[in-house]
T-cell receptor, first 110, second 114 residues
Framework: GEDVEQSLFLSVREGDSSVINCTYT??????LYWYKQEPGAGLQLLTY?????DMKQDQRLTVLLNKKDKHLSLRIADTQTGDSAIYFC??????????FGAGTTVTVRA | NAGVTQTPKFRVLKTGQSMTLLCAQD?????MYWYRQDPGMGLRLIHY???????AKGEVPDGYNVSRLKKQNFLLGLESAAPSQTSVYFC?????????????FGEGSRLTVL
């Protein structure tokens, strides 16, 4: 299957941590991704994780992968107003294709 | 280095009209894609191309045609626009031989069909 599911909205207070969750269905996926879309712009790769890893940390970003449950999460520490965006989870289906979730709109409030 | 450029950025069509969206990339990427983005549905793949002169159908190809006559360009055509094709269209590209498979996206083309 190629379904990627994620919640649609998340509201977080500035300075708190944000956690965005995603589930995927293709157990053979080699790479899983988080893309960020700022208002009026295209998507940009934020981070990715290879399927043989459980965790990846990159500055304020932490990606956790639970292969048994096919669950991926993105934690943003010390969330800032510039983090307000839509975050897309995606899995690599094959060499040509990625399957994207519907996107989680993150709103950072003061 | 412009990356991926889409034209036009906005367009309003009447039902039944035709139009072409142009995507151009200057990164010498082999693979190119057209997605549509609709609220609550995320990105859905319309068509893609793995090289000059080749195209393939994605998840939602009906009502669209594509062409890849030059490596740097990928055209998306609507022969007879319908209101259901109101959407934001994104072009993306990536190079082969990369393990991560990162896609590079254009800024999007917002199409409204009345």
């Amino acid at each position: 299957g190629e379904d990627v599911e994620q919640s649609l909205f998340l509201s977080v207070r500035e300075g708190d941590s944000s956690v965005i969750n995603c589930t995927y269905t293709d157990s053979s996926s080699t790479y899983l991704y988080w893309y960020k879309q700022e208002p009026g712009a295209g998507l940009q790769l934020l981070t990715y994780i290879f399927s043989n890893m459980d965790m990846k940390q990159d500055q304020r970003l932490t990606v956790l992968l639970n292969k048994k449950d096919k669950h991926l999460s993105l934690r943003i520490a010390d969330t800032q107003t510039g983090d307000s965006a839509i975050y897309f989870c995606a899995e690599r289906i094959n060499d040509y294709k990625l399957s994207f979730g519907a996107g989680t709109t993150v709103t950072v409030r003061a | 280095n412009a990356g991926v450029t889409q034209t036009p950025k906005f367009r309003v069509l009447k039902t039944g009209q035709s139009m072409t969206l142009l995507c151009a990339q200057d990164m010498n990427h082999e693979y190119m894609y057209w997605y549509r983005q609709d609220p609550g549905m995320g990105l859905r793949l319309i068509h893609y191309s793995v090289g000059e002169g080749t195209t393939a159908k994605g998840e939602v190809p009906d009502g669209y045609n594509v062409s890849r006559l030059k490596k740097q360009n990928f055209l998306l055509g609507l022969e007879s626009a319908a209101p259901s094709q109101t959407s934001v269209y994104f072009c993306a590209s990536r190079r082969t031989g990369t393990n991560t498979g990162e896609l590079f996206f254009g800024e999007g083309s917002r199409l409204t069909v009345l």
